[in-house]
């Protein structure tokens, strides 16, 4: 009954299955080679992590199933889990092309775990095809913005369907004659038989065997496709979550002393993860979906970037390579990012962009001085003065005025935290009163703490998200050895910004410090009884919004929230909150760049917080409380809405 008890029928059977192993393994081989030639990625630590991640996020779907997206995703866990049980079968299919009845041990018609296999593998061919129509239906019809329309997606989508009906089919046909497929008892089999009882018996034979045919093409010709197409993911998601980022917050350090050429030129100079990660992009959109930029109207679409890379990286390492950005990524698009990280936090594959569009800027900063002319003067102003305004270095400590501050060059050595105040919390209006009232809240405390005052200066935060890493090391390096001389051991900090650089990449520099964010230290005091609150909170209703350099970057959601529950307030959320909140749009060094293009992302932010009907919104950045103070300027809500710091709520509502 197998075309291949032919002769000829196996010799096309041999032809054809040499043919794409061949093309397969080539196409393969060329996609690794270029892998290899990507940068280094150092992801080779933390094993059980990694593979914990791997048993919950590839096979068990975690993110793919996340609340916002329970029903593409279950669409996607069923096909994906219909995929893995057909698996065994198709190497059933194939060496059964040369031995009948072929099948790996255990797994023989005569055995449970057979039997049981064949009832697992005709449920999830049936679910498959099911699928495989609501996909195509929510293409063709549904049209979520989110996904590209694509040829590639129809004929992969046609080729699994038509995976699962062949092989049904085949079960068919062979138990109408047989009463079993290739001796199991198929259950899909036997409901399908009697459609092919209208035939004769050579009728029936003949049926089998153009479905055999047209599934040995279709699995073969499939695995020829993968690796040209976004389905290559079958093969790489699994190292692309297992070779995932599991510490955020920090970029690549740049070694700029022996550095021939700076930032992402080419594909090659991304490293190898990166590749890895165009590879694995799926198409889904999610990232799309959660970007801030890309919602407000911005040319930015991290999906987009992984599209375009991949429409033009070759196979394999010869010839001239596209040139990053300038070729292949408009420079507005890379501008437009705030690195909040809402896309990677969104990806079910992990797939990492901050790193990548950060080198390219670097590209663009460090090679062709090529950037936002607004950033000419915070530069200047960075280099010259160590802030972004060009405020005078000697006045860094005047936010301290009359509140008996002591600063480090005259602190007795009893000092338990370093309190960093960052470049707003000394220059700007707003911030110097956050800074104020955490110092207060410190004081009431009890807590043994100093100031740098004059010996501060900014974290270079900006200069890094923005590209440029001379200006950023420079910067660091003097914070990291002023820090080192006083022998710093605990930091607090009231701004994200500079929490995630001491936290997270001034290690990286030689400065290890214990750093916890000012709203984490105030829940802890809270909570300890060090301050008492006088219980004027109650009743007031606030929404808090979270930064993403605390929230996504570093993980803290709870002690703002706790800190401001403590207080005596109610705090109610907004729709889009923790990981999943959304920018104020000043991130990633956009604070300094006009917003030139769309909507004002601290707008749409804003327009947000209103729908919780809030009067207080409660932020614990600088940047985002200027951003959110603006954009409720700007839509007007001045009588409605207004914006403080955590501390400030606070320490106005505790027990002096
Ligand atoms: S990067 Fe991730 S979230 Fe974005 S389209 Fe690709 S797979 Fe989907
Ligand atoms: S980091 Fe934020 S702004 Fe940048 S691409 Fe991702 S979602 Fe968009």
Redesign the pocket.
Known sequence: MRPTDTLPGLIAYVVLLLATSATFAYLAYQRFAFLKAGQATPRFDRWGERWKGVLTQFLGQKRILSPGYLGAGLMHAFIFWGFMAVALNSLHFLGGGFVEGFHLPFFGPASWPGRAYVWLRDLFEVAVVAMVLVAAYRRAVVKPKRLTPSWDAVLILSLIGALMVTDLAMAGAETSIHGAAGGYVSPAGRVLAPLFQVLSVEGVETAFQVFWWLHAATLLGFLCYLPISKHFHVVTSLPSILFRRLDTGSLPMMDLENSEKFGITTFTDMRWKDILDVYSCTECGR?QA?????ATGKP?N?KKINEDMRAVMPLGTSGDLPVLPSQIIHDDVLW?????????QACPLFIE??DR?VGMRRKLVLEDSSFPAELTNTYKNLEKAGNPWGQSPSARGDWANGLDVPFMSDAAGDVEYLLWVGCAGAYDDRGKKVARATAEILKQAGVKFAALGPEETCTGDPARRTGNEYLYQMLAQQNVDTLNNYKVKKVVAQCPHCFNALLNEYPQLGGHYEVIHHTDLIARLIADGKIKMNGDGAGETVTFHDSCYLGRHNGVYDAPRQALSSAGLNVIEMPRNRENGF?CGAG?GRMWMEEKIGMKVNKARVDEAATTGAPLVASACPFCMTMLADGINETGRQDAMRVQDVAQIVASKMVR
């Open positions: 990232c959660a970007c801030p930029a890309y930015l991290p437009a990012c705030t690195t909040c990280r809402a896309c990677e962009f901050i569009i920018c990633g």
